[in-house]
């Protein structure tokens, strides 16, 4: 069997056990008492896995997180078809129809001879036509609410900043920072705790156009943080453990002193 009947024979073999399990009088209680809603989250958390995966460079765990991602798109799919609604055929077609559409250097008669930025602005103007035709008139029209909100806010200012709305260079956002750290001070100050939530709120959102200007990916960045965070809180672990302790046992100083010689072990 050659790869692309063996990868239609896959699909095909995916979606029966899909409706199977989905059988109303066979099928499995939990997946048949599962809509859209309830399984949104597990979609969200696979896509995820496949991030984590591919950060940790776990090769031999690739093809199954991708799998269980596969099956997030076939479950939607035969909830939808259930409903009447659509199918999978359907939801493949619409990604190769926008693929085809937004690739008219690949599949029309555009020349390909074009920088990658260049694309990057021609698809954006692809992207600006559908959403006209979905009647999205605002130039925040379409940005997901369900995204995590990083990823929105990065998305939002994108939008903002194509028509114009953005700081000229990464020192006025530097300075923004700078202001809004001031403001944020001043809320905590007040004990006001709504207010500090807001204007923590703020600078998060301005730190974000930070990385956008700098040409740092915030999601990217703070998971490399919280990664470095891990090893390096685990080292203290290792260290106290060497000497029977926990770091409950220990005092702050001490376990700033094994931070900071964690963090020399990883310079060196």
Avoid at 184 to 194: F, I, N, P, T
Wanted: hydrophobic share 40%; charged share 30%.
């Amino acid at each position: 069997m050659n790869e692309t009947d063996r990868n239609q024979t896959e699909i095909t073999r995916l979606i029966d056990i899909m409706a199977a399990l989905r059988d109303p009088e066979k099928g499995c209680p939990w997946d048949i008492e599962q809509d859209f809603a309830s399984i949104a989250p597990y979609t969200i958390e696979e896509a995820y896995e496949v991030a984590d995966a591919i950060s940790r460079e776990a090769w031999d765990e690739f093809p199954g997180e991708l799998g269980d991602l596969l099956l997030q798109v076939v479950f939607h799919a035969q909830m939808a078809a259930e409903k009447g609604m659509f199918g999978f055929a359907d939801v493949a077609a619409k990604i190769s129809d926008k693929l085809i559409d937004r690739h008219p250097h690949v599949f029309g008669d555009e020349s390909r001879d074009k920088s990658a930025a260049q694309q990057v602005a021609d698809w954006e103007t692809i992207k600006a036509a559908e959403r006209a035709a979905k009647a999205e008139k605002g130039v925040l029209d379409g940005v997901a609410l369900g995204l995590p909100a990083l990823t929105r806010a990065l998305k939002l200012q994108n939008r903002a900043a194509r028509v114009g709305f953005d700081w000229p260079g990464a020192g006025d956002v530097l300075d923004k920072i700078t202001e809004e750290t001031a403001e944020l001070v001043e809320a905590r100050d007040s004990g006001d705790h709504a207010d500090m939530t807001e204007e923590y709120g703020d600078l998060l959102f301005v730190m974000v156009n930070l990385g956008r200007h700098l040409g740092i990916e915030p999601e990217e960045a703070l998971r490399a943080a919280n990664d470095k965070f891990t090893r390096r809180f685990r080292a203290i672990e290792a260290a106290l453990q060497a000497e029977g302790r926990r770091p409950e046992q220990s005092t702050l100083a001490e376990m700033d002193a094994l931070w900071d010689r964690a963090k020399e072990a990883e310079r060196t």
